[in-house]
């Protein structure tokens, strides 16, 4: 998944930092969480979450999650990864406080 914007992209000052808890280089507002969260979600399940600037044209995060199948039925619980490119449908819930960011 890649996720971007058109903004002014990420200092190179932070870009070492953006992922620790209570981070944060937004002057009087945020808490430092978000990419924090998001990057403990995304190890926690067994995935790769990197930023990069754009050269004038923003910021983008790349999340790489791990395609897994259920085998429950055929091997004890167990699950097995499958080829990556396979593409699906699925859900995302989104947990945000701001409107206009959960309408994003």
């Known amino acids: 998944m890649r996720i971007s914007d058109d903004g002014a992209g990420i200092p190179a000052s932070a870009m070492a ?4 808890p209570f981070y944060t280089s937004k002057e009087g507002h945020g808490t430092g969480l978000g990419l924090a969260a998001v990057y403990g979600t995304v190890v ?7 930023a990069e600037n754009l050269r004038g044209r923003g910021a ?6 791990p ?4 085998d429950g039925a ?9 080829r990556a490119g396979r593409a699906g449908a ?4 989104v947990g945000e406080d701001e409107p ?3 309408s994003s």
């Not at 930092?17 to 620790?20: H, S, W």
């Not at 926690?44 to 990197?50: D, E, F, M, S, Y």
């Not at 395609?67 to 259920?70: E, G, H, R, S, T």
């Open 60 to 65: 983008a995060f790349i999340v790489l999650l």
């Open 90 to 93: 699925g859900r995302i819930l």
């Open 74 to 82: 055929r091997s004890g619980g167990r699950q097995r990864r499958r």
């Open 67 to 70: 395609v897994l199948a259920d």
């Open 100 to 102: 206009i960011v959960r």
């Open 44 to 50: 926690a399940h067994k995935g790769l979450v990197r």
């Open 17 to 20: 930092r953006l992922f620790e």
